[in-house]
């Protein structure tokens, strides 16, 4: 339950990542077309990946080292195809290594079974008439019972506090997962906003292009898609995460208090020679220590898949762009929609802007007399224009001296706006009439808010958000997740161990105590 758990953490975070890769069905529209124009002055984080070495043609292996392990179902030679849990011959390895706790299990189940089977027929068939008697048996058998009631106990409390901080490093761990899910969505749903109000903005009866509005539709719609997609997601996994996480925390914590309290009870009748309920307890005993050792082979298996999957991440950060297991989870390389996406979201900056400095250019700074329509009784000095920071290619551009930039537009237009009259004509100095003014100001916010959004979109098209979050768990998380898998599998061991042992030394000492009792007995006729 454990590693299912923690697959459906690493696959949650994966959606997170790339909530705009669900969308790989969006079909080649003009938005596409123009993705061909977009020149970025950036190189990926991929191009600047050394190169590596790769498996078969196309195939990075990742974690290629730490997964060299003998595999059962390939004649025990080394598995050489890395971390990948869609492979059989890699959990056959993994198996592999964790056989010795579901063997030590299996070879104690049946021998110790058989020699409840003999003592059985031995009591019951067979008739003792003298009883030998050894103080330094007793004496012996008593002290180890007591180291190893001592030692089941403490076994007990390291796997309750394993479990304890193992539940709570993977719940952080989710939350972290969660909370990435849900600042993409909400910025997915706050940039699909913002193109809303941005197809529908304009200034003095001047809007964007038609075709222009057509495009930001049709990528609103797939945008919205995809953070519903993905919100639905994150919260359905993050729920069945929860009651994983819940369920083995509570089934650790049975399994803790049930070998206490059977640890405690045994000492207590052996130690009160109530045979009967020391017999019962041991037959108990032999079946839950065979079911402790199969736990901790499951745990020790989860230790290993979790430490895997951890070094793939690092790897797989080096190499985004190599062709790795990862992908089956993870298909953000040629992310067709958050490419268009980001041209969206570029080309509607331009185009507002283009709109915005339209209106100035050809209305505002134009001094027309009083029978054409635009004329408002505009005067004095001449309005800046907008900084557009894009070309018309949509490569970045420089500003020009003179222009006025998205955080001071607003301060320095103000100065150029006039009173009017109830016929809306300027009776002051000025450029813009207020209502002109608020249109442009809010025309100013709109752009610069789909402008800000392109750092996320270039961070989902070349998958530098997932390398940061991905790096972000590999080095922060992962190794208390490996600290806490590995303190519960030794909690499991020493319980099983020390209960194991102090079964057998449940019989041995009651059988010296009846023993020193019968020789009082006849020392005393």
Not at 387 to 398: I, K, M, Q, T, V
Request: with cysteine.
């Amino acid at each position: 339950m454990y590693l299912r758990a923690y697959l459906l953490v690493f696959s949650t975070f994966c959606i997170c990542a790339c909530g705009l890769s669900t969308l790989e069905r969006f079909q080649s529209t003009p938005i596409q077309d123009g993705i061909h124009h977009l020149v970025l002055s950036r190189r990926s984080v991929a191009e600047a990946s050394p190169p590596a070495s790769s498996v078969g043609n196309s195939s990075f292996v990742l974690a290629a080292e730490r997964t060299r392990r003998k595999d059962p179902l390939d004649n025990l030679k080394y598995y050489e195809g890395g971390w990948n849990i869609s492979n059989k011959h890699y959990w056959a390895s993994v198996g592999f290594t964790v056989a010795p706790p579901f063997l030590v299990g299996a070879i104690w189940f049946v021998l110790f079974g058989l020699v409840l089977l003999s003592m059985c027929c031995y009591f019951c068939c067979c008739r003792r008439r003298t009883y030998s008697y050894s103080r330094t048996a007793y004496a012996l058998s008593l002290i180890l019972l007591i180291l190893f009631t001592c030692a089941a106990i403490i076994g007990c409390i390291i796997l309750y506090h394993g479990q304890a901080k193992a539940h709570e490093s993977t719940t952080d761990t989710l939350n972290y997962v969660v909370g990435q899910a849900n600042v993409t969505v909400a910025n997915l749903r706050n940039f699909s906003r913002t193109l809303s109000a941005a197809k529908q903005a304009g200034v003095d009866q001047v809007f964007m292009p038609s075709d222009v509005q057509a495009r930001i539709v049709k990528i609103q719609t797939k945008v919205n898609e995809s953070a519903d997609t993905l919100a639905h997601r994150a919260d359905d996994n993050s729920d069945k995460i929860q009651d994983v996480l819940d369920n083995v925390r509570l089934d650790l914590i049975i399994v803790a208090a049930v070998m206490l309290l059977l640890a405690l009870l045994g000492f207590l009748f052996s130690v009160l020679g109530l045979q009967f309920l020391v017999y019962i307890l041991v037959l108990v005993g032999w079946l839950l220590v065979a079911g402790t050792f199969i736990l901790c082979g499951v745990f020790l298996l989860l230790h290993n898949v979790a430490a895997d999957a951890c070094v793939a991440m690092d790897e797989w950060v080096l190499h985004p762009a190599e062709h790795t297991a990862l992908d089956d989870i993870l298909p953000c390389v040629d992310n067709a929609t958050a490419n268009a996406s980001l041209y969206q979201s570029k080309e509607s900056t331009f185009q507002l802007i283009n709109v915005v400095n339209q209106v100035i250019n050809n209305v505002s700074n134009q001094n027309f007399p009083p029978f054409i329509p635009l004329y408002f009784n505009q005067s004095g000095p001449l309005m800046p224009v907008l900084c557009n920071p894009l070309h018309a290619d949509l490569s970045d551009r420089e500003c020009k001296t003179g222009e006025v930039s998205f955080n001071n537009a607003s301060q320095v237009w103000e100065k150029y706006v006039c009173k009017v009259s109830s016929a809306g004509v300027c009776v002051t100095v000025g450029r813009v009439t207020p209502s002109i003014y608020d249109q442009m100001r809010s025309a100013v916010t709109l752009s610069y808010g789909l402008y800000r959004y392109t750092p996320f979109l270039v961070q989902l098209e070349d998958c530098t958000f997932v390398r940061d979050a991905f790096t972000t768990i590999s080095k922060q998380k992962c190794p208390s997740l490996r600290r806490y898998t590995k303190r519960i599998y030794i909690g499991l061991v020493m319980v099983s161990v020390s209960v194991m042992l102090s079964l057998i030394f449940w019989v041995v000492y009651a059988r010296e105590r009846r023993h020193r009792k019968y020789n009082k007995q006849f020392i005393q006729n």
